[in-house]
């Protein structure tokens, strides 16, 4: 091999290497001892994850979630809960700041619905 192709190669495993343990490095835990693991169900520093906890209503009724403050939505879901229930829509509200979910029961004249906004400033 070609001397300075050697140099070459050696350079790139040797980068490689030192890439790989510093994305190892940063990427290890390093949440304090008896602290909640890891970020997964953190949000962001003026994000709040706001819920409308289940109830029944009549099929298709909405259920309206609003924002707190002036917290506009980023986003959000429903959830429609019973035998056979089934979910019809789940979306923001016109002015941005809240989350509509509404649905129906087979066989049923009410559904349990509930709502879920991620908001933020």
């Not at 409308?52 to 909405?62: D, G, I, Y």
């Not at 989350?99 to 400033?121: E, H, K, M, P, T």
Request: glycine letters at 14%; proline letters at 9%; charged letters at 15%.
């Amino acid at each position: 091999m070609h001397p300075k192709k050697s140099t070459a190669l050696v350079m790139s495993v040797l980068l490689a290497g030192a890439c790989m343990a510093t994305a190892a490095a940063a990427s290890a835990d390093t949440t304090p001892a008896g602290a909640p693991p890891g970020p997964a169900h953190a949000l962001p520093p003026g994000y709040v994850l706001v819920t409308l906890p289940n109830a029944n209503v009549p099929n298709f009724q909405r259920r309206t979630l609003y924002c707190p403050g002036s917290k506009r939505v980023l986003g959000g879901g429903a959830e429609a809960r019973g035998n056979r229930a089934i979910l019809v829509g789940s979306f923001p509200t016109d002015d941005g700041r809240g989350w509509i979910g509404l649905g129906r029961q087979d066989g049923y004249n009410d559904v349990g619905i509930s709502v879920f906004a991620i908001c933020a400033d």
